[in-house]
């Protein structure tokens, strides 16, 4: 193997051939740079798939109302259907170990003032759960907990854009902001994974709220993310089965589809689960085309280049070179070459991607990339298929008689 005079003799044939040899490693390295790509695209379209999760907790239902389309139970159509407190209450009584997080939220659009500043934003009554909901961190402070709810405090976690937007010097921890007129203590600024529109929203304990709304007991939303344990099949039937008990709660036909309306992640990820892994078998399967065509292409060019060295083959034998020189110095040319080959479509290959970066966002493709793991795994698939290739023509090769190859054309 590291015999400098069969080193030399090996790059005195690859000089001496520049055409073949450029054809045999270009099979290998376009195989190399098609597999990375592709399997990088394949990865950023499941990044994405994976992003569009994080803006809540992937495993959320979410429970929401609105009229219901079909006469029910001696009761009209076209009834306006509220959430309440009972509900919530009736959800956790039967959650049974199934729920990780609940919180109930009712929402209102007032004007928020700090000095001089103010402007409108969603005000939010929460409970302490909302913020594992949300997928909310603190960056100052704290949120909402479960003595503001007992005690109906007046304080309030602000998103990070309010902050900006109203409290523009100093800590804005202890500052008293005005929410529709009513003075609240500021506790907490957090951050939103779901970005700047999330983080204008303004928290406040739930219980505070309704007091401000003349004491109703009214829900907009019911969030609650189920236990990670369950299979999706399970959180879709816990889904079905709060839907059914709001609807039998409110007299709400069975196939009413707009009084109640249930968003299950279960489902989400259910069917995303399959999209992603069949975008992972094409690419797959298109990937590993390229490099069986990369493998068949070197292959055919070593029995090409074998065949074009009998002659050379046979006067290495009548001068008393032994077969399994003769096997070992084309196979090191072969696996050379395939080296070689190999680390340019890798190099090729990483390079663009870093060069597509996240420019095609826009076509839902986020940070495509291929792991090291992979990538050495193809890599060294073609470097041992570039060994086999190389092997089977010399070995046969060797075999032929000193005079029979002296005869070849």
């Not at 949300?134 to 902050?163: F, H, L, W």
């Not at 083959?313 to 070992?328: L, S």
Request: proline content about 3%.
């Amino acid at each position: 193997m590291f015999d400098i005079d069969r080193w030399q003799e090996i790059f005195s044939s690859i000089r001496s051939n520049v055409l073949r040899t450029v054809l045999s490693g270009f099979t290998v390295a376009l195989g190399l740079f098609i597999f990375i790509v592709l399997f990088g695209i394949g990865n950023g379209l499941n990044n994405s798939f994976a992003q569009a999760f994080t803006r809540d907790a992937a495993n959320l239902i979410m429970v929401f109302t609105g009229r219901t389309s079909e006469a029910y139970a001696g009761l009209q159509s076209n009834r306006t259907i509220t959430l309440d407190n009972k509900d919530f209450d009736d959800i956790e009584k039967n959650a049974k170990g199934r729920t990780e997080y609940a919180s109930p939220r009712y929402t209102a659009n007032w004007m928020v003032k700090y000095g001089r500043e103010s402007g409108t934003y969603q005000i939010q009554g929460v409970n302490p759960d909302e913020k594992f909901l949300e997928n909310r961190n603190m960056m100052e402070g704290r949120y909402i907990t479960p003595m503001d709810i007992d005690r109906k405090a007046y304080v309030t976690s602000i998103g990070r854009m309010v902050q900006r937007d109203l409290i523009k010097d100093g800590s804005p921890i202890g500052k008293m902001i005005q929410i529709n007129g009513t003075m609240f203590r500021v506790v907490g600024v957090f951050s939103d994974a779901g970005g700047d529109w999330d983080e204008r929203h303004v928290v406040v304990p739930l219980s505070t709220l309704q007091q401000m709304k003349k004491g109703s007991d009214s829900l907009s939303t019911i969030m609650l993310s189920y236990d990670q344990k369950m299979s999706p099949d399970q959180a879709i039937k816990y889904g079905d089965e709060i839907e059914k008990k709001i609807k039998d709660r409110h007299s709400i036909s069975p196939n009413d589809k707009q009084a109640v309306i249930v968003r299950n992640n279960a489902k989400n990820n259910q069917e995303s689960f399959m999209f992603m892994f069949v975008i992972s078998a094409v690419v797959g399967f298109i990937g590993l085309g390229t490099l069986l065509a990369g493998i068949i292409g070197i292959s055919n060019i070593m029995v090409y280049i074998v065949k074009e060295r009998t002659k050379e083959i046979g006067i290495r034998k009548a001068i008393g070179a032994k077969p399994a020189g003769i096997v070992a110095l084309i196979l090191q040319e072969s696996i050379v070459i395939t080296v070689i080959s190999g680390l340019i479509g890798v190099g090729v290959g990483v390079l663009t991607l870093k060069l597509i970066g996240d420019s095609l966002e826009d076509y839902f493709i986020t940070d495509p990339s291929v792991g090291w793991g992979l990538i050495s795994t193809a890599f060294f698939c073609l470097i041992f298929a570039g060994a086999i290739a190389g092997f089977i023509p010399a070995y046969r090769a060797s075999k032929i008689k000193p005079i029979e190859a002296l005869r070849a054309e």
